[in-house]
């Protein structure tokens, strides 16, 4: 008898095999904790996207970048390849695009090394990307001072209250109030021209910021930052230059070469020296044959009479 194929349908009833049972259908939650599983593995996985599809988003955490910092950066990243991944979020508008959240020098220098950008892409709304990019600030140690306190201003400007500035940066209130009297001391302009002065602390800057509040003290600060020689210095040079001249000039100094005073005969007689703290007269003993004994026995008729003689010019040019 001819063997019956094993895909015929000539079964007999009985024998007929019941078809499989359906797994049961997940629950909504079972789909929406898969969901947010899988949308974890996509945040936390490391993509490679071309630099030309990332735009700035944020705030303005880095106050200047040196030639050679960004050099020493993309002779590292060609050498070594991106160690560290940038963290991006979808652009708003661009669909493809992306937005920085924080990996700005690696960014750059990736973008003129021609390299793609090895990045997490993660859902952020504004406040959330705020609060990832001061956290991450917060654990870069060489964020200086004013970088971290202009952080704080961007964050009041755009409406932020204290206390999410103080958790964005990892700092106490108080903390937040220090920082925001000197970042918003400066037009975010001037702090670019400065750089990050990472040697120079919270005092320093704020002695900067009384400095500024003198008259014409803007005018030379700028009129100095536009010369040649300002770009040549290094950001801390540059803050202590602008200090140097947001301070009030001093006084020109009173001429202090002293003078001889001589008799009708011409014989010298005494020394007189003005200064800023007064004039001062000196009668040599050994050439003044008695005349400076004299002279301090009846010095207070003598200054009266001349007092009085200009005391009498006076009123009469008035």
């Known amino acids: 008898m001819a063997r019956k194929g094993i895909l015929s349908s000539n079964i007999p009833t009985g024998t007929r095999s019941k078809p499989a049972a359906r797994p049961p259908a997940p629950s909504r939650g079972t789909v929406g904790a898969l969901q947010s599983s899988l949308s974890k593995l996509q945040e936390n996985a490391v993509q490679e996207i071309s630099a030309d599809l990332i735009e700035d988003a944020g705030v303005e955490d880095r106050l200047g970048f040196s030639g050679e910092a960004h050099k020493q950066?993309?002779?590292s990243l060609e050498t070594y390849g991106q160690q560290v991944p940038v963290l991006l979020r979808p652009h708003s508008t661009k669909t493809g695009h992306y937005e920085i959240v924080y990996g700005r020098r690696r960014l750059k220098?990736?973008?003129?090394?021609?390299?793609?950008?090895?990045?997490?892409?993660?859902?952020?709304?504004?406040?959330?990307?705020?609060?990832?990019?001061?956290?991450?600030?917060?654990?870069?140690?060489?964020?200086?001072f004013i970088e971290k306190a202009s952080f704080a201003a961007q964050l009041q400007d755009m409406n932020y209250d204290r206390q999410t500035i103080a958790a964005a940066?990892?700092?106490?209130?108080?903390?937040?109030?220090?920082?925001?009297?000197?970042?918003?001391?400066?037009?975010?302009?001037?702090?670019?021209?400065?750089?990050s002065a990472p040697s120079i602390g919270r005092d320093r800057w704020a002695t900067l910021a009384k400095a500024m509040e003198a008259d014409g003290a803007s005018n030379?600060?700028?009129?100095?930052?536009?010369?040649?020689?300002?770009?040549?210095?290094?950001?801390n040079d540059r803050f202590?230059?602008?200090?140097?001249?947001?301070?009030?000039?001093?006084?020109?100094?009173?001429?202090?070469?002293?003078?001889?005073?001589?008799?009708?005969?011409?014989?010298?007689?005494?020394?007189?020296?003005?200064?800023?703290?007064?004039?001062?007269?000196?009668?040599?003993?050994?050439?003044?044959?008695?005349?400076d004994t004299w002279f301090n026995a009846n010095a207070d008729a003598v200054l009266q009479d001349l007092h009085d003689q200009w005391t009498k010019s006076t009123d009469a040019e008035q």
């Open 73 to 75: 950066l993309k002779d």
């Open 109 to 144: 220098a990736l973008k003129d090394l021609g390299l793609p950008v090895k990045a997490m892409v993660r859902q952020l709304d504004d406040h959330a990307l705020i609060m990832a990019q001061g956290q991450e600030n917060t654990a870069r140690q060489d964020l200086s």
């Open 169 to 195: 940066l990892s700092i106490d209130l108080p903390m937040v109030s220090r920082m925001l009297k000197i970042g918003t001391a400066f037009a975010l302009p001037f702090l670019r021209n400065i750089g």
């Open 220 to 235: 030379r600060v700028d009129a100095f930052m536009r010369t040649p020689d300002f770009a040549t210095l290094s950001s």
């Open 240 to 291: 202590e230059a602008a200090l140097k001249r947001a301070a009030a000039p001093k006084p020109a100094k009173a001429l202090t070469k002293p003078r001889t005073l001589r008799t009708a005969d011409g014989k010298a007689l005494a020394d007189i020296k003005q200064t800023t703290r007064g004039v001062t007269l000196n009668i040599p003993s050994r050439t003044a044959d008695g005349f």
